[in-house]
């Protein structure tokens, strides 16, 4: 079992690892745009790019949702623990 002061510490190192993926996919959702923006693409290559967009995109949602549930768990002082009878 973690101490409150590992627990928090731990709260934080998983908070900068959602910031690193959040930078990442917003840095490749940059990149696929500029490819969109100077490249003539084949239909196949539009498919793929919207696949990977929309995919991205995904990502970038769910890494924002984790970052939410974190940041509210810290500002509440951590994982609530419950029992059930």
Not at 15 to 29: F, S, T, V, Y
Not at 41 to 67: C, G, R, S, T, W
Request: no cysteine.
């Amino acid at each position: 079992m973690l101490q409150p002061g590992g627990e928090v510490q731990h709260f934080k190192a998983v908070d900068a690892e959602h910031r690193q993926m959040k930078a990442k996919i917003e840095e490749e959702l940059s990149f696929l745009q500029t490819i969109f923006g100077t490249h003539l693409l084949e239909p196949p290559e539009l498919h793929k790019h919207a696949f990977l967009k929309q995919d991205l995109e995904l990502q970038l949602k769910q890494v924002e949702i984790y970052h939410r549930e974190l940041t509210a768990l810290l500002q509440n002082g951590g994982p609530r623990r419950f029992v059930f009878f």
